[in-house]
């Protein structure tokens, strides 16, 4: 489908932005690529959004201003000095995992990305990955889901669903076998957490990166890391027995909001991992705090003819707070027992909703 984005003024003290709002897709046209079921939409290169000048050295204000369309980036986000790029990298990679759900009849493979955010073995990827994880729960579907880490991915554990936002699945559940997708990354996450070993009991703690879902964290020109699993290259023997974990730089090149005045995604510069099976993966910023997901990519047949999206972790914690009554950092405070009582209410229903487009499909 053909994204259609309008522009708003989005003005930074010291700073001036337009920022894009993907709008609904329109059905006449579709410039978009096949998707692999390794579980990334796509979604065309927006229009330029930002133009930016110095901001004030004296700016120490932090967050969204009181006036529509206005904020500012954050000056001096931390007390402490940035980490070095190795360090970075060795966290995002330890804490990155690989998700992969494959059956033997309605639902073809799907590997995805995602990334431990609290050491109990709570996992940050994509609602469009998740689902199929909620879906090897119900025994009406024939699929098994496993949680891999490493490189190459080895499976390790196995997870339940802890949270999946209502409004995504009932948004895009007739996507859930379909070789395209549309999307834009609004309420595109979900929350897994890891209740078994495959072969070993499991750890006390899991590695994880610290969330930061402040407001405009992630900002343009800044340069962040990115992990994943790519798997578009792949075949599919290849991306079951010798897939391998990348991660790579980037530049933020846009700020991107659904609605109006807030930063919830943000475009990035194209990497080796601009491919169907990064959706989930982290993106980190210098002082080793995850500040979003990677969520759509823009067409092209080549990674270099490719941006990725990444959903900001603020409009993750702001979807949490209107669905749960929780900000995403609340969230991670509770009881998990509480947490999974908490979906179970919603359980069933969000399964019905996503086997009822399989059981229509021709045996």
């Not at 998707?35 to 967050?63: C, H, M, N, Q, Y």
């Not at 009849?105 to 431990?116: A, K, M």
């Not at 024939?142 to 209502?166: K, M, Q, T, Y």
Request: negative net charge; glycine residues 6%; hydrophobic residues 35%.
């Amino acid at each position: 489908m053909e994204q259609i984005h309008t522009q708003e003024t989005f003005e930074m003290q010291g700073q001036t932005a337009a920022v894009s709002t993907p709008e609904k897709a329109l059905p006449e046209k579709s410039n978009e690529i096949n998707k692999e079921r390794s579980g990334l939409p796509t979604s065309p290169i927006p229009p330029k959004a930002l133009t930016a000048t110095p901001s004030s050295s004296d700016i120490r204000r932090v967050g969204i201003t009181t006036k529509p369309n206005q904020a500012q980036r954050l000056i001096n986000p931390y007390p402490f000095p940035p980490s070095a790029p190795e360090i970075i990298n060795a966290q995002a990679r330890t804490a990155l995992i690989n998700i992969i759900c494959a059956g033997e009849n309605s639902i073809q493979p799907v590997s995805g990305s995602g990334v431990f955010i609290d050491p109990r073995g709570i996992i940050l990827t994509n609602a469009h990955v998740a689902q199929y994880v909620l879906l090897s729960e119900d025994p009406r579907v024939d699929l098994s889901c496993s949680i891999r880490s490493g490189s190459p991915a080895e499976s390790r554990f196995r997870a339940r669903v802890l949270h999946l936002p209502r409004s995504w699945v009932e948004e895009h559940a007739d996507e859930i076998n379909k070789s395209r997708i549309k999307g834009t990354g609004e309420h595109d996450y979900a929350l897994l957490l890891i209740t078994a070993g495959v072969d070993s009991p499991l750890p006390s703690t899991f590695p994880f990166i610290p969330i930061d879902a402040r407001e405009a964290i992630a900002f343009t020109d800044d340069t962040v890391l990115t992990a994943s699993y790519p798997a578009e290259f792949t075949g599919g023997l290849i991306t079951q027995r010798e897939l391998y974990a990348v991660s790579a730089w980037a530049h933020i090149t846009e700020l991107h909001t659904f609605r109006t005045g807030t930063v919830d995604a943000f475009s990035l510069s194209s990497t080796v991992g601009s491919q169907s099976g990064s959706s989930g993966g982290p993106v980190v910023n210098g002082w080793q705090r995850l500040v979003g997901i990677i969520t759509t990519m823009s067409g092209g047949t080549a990674t270099a003819d490719r941006s990725l999206q990444a959903i900001s972790l603020a409009s993750i914690s702001r979807d949490m707070q209107t669905d749960t009554g929780s900000t995403l950092e609340q969230f991670l405070t509770q009881n998990i027992e509480d947490l999974l009582e908490r979906f179970e209410k919603i359980r069933s229903e969000l399964l019905n909703t996503l086997v009822a487009p399989l059981l229509k499909q021709p045996r």
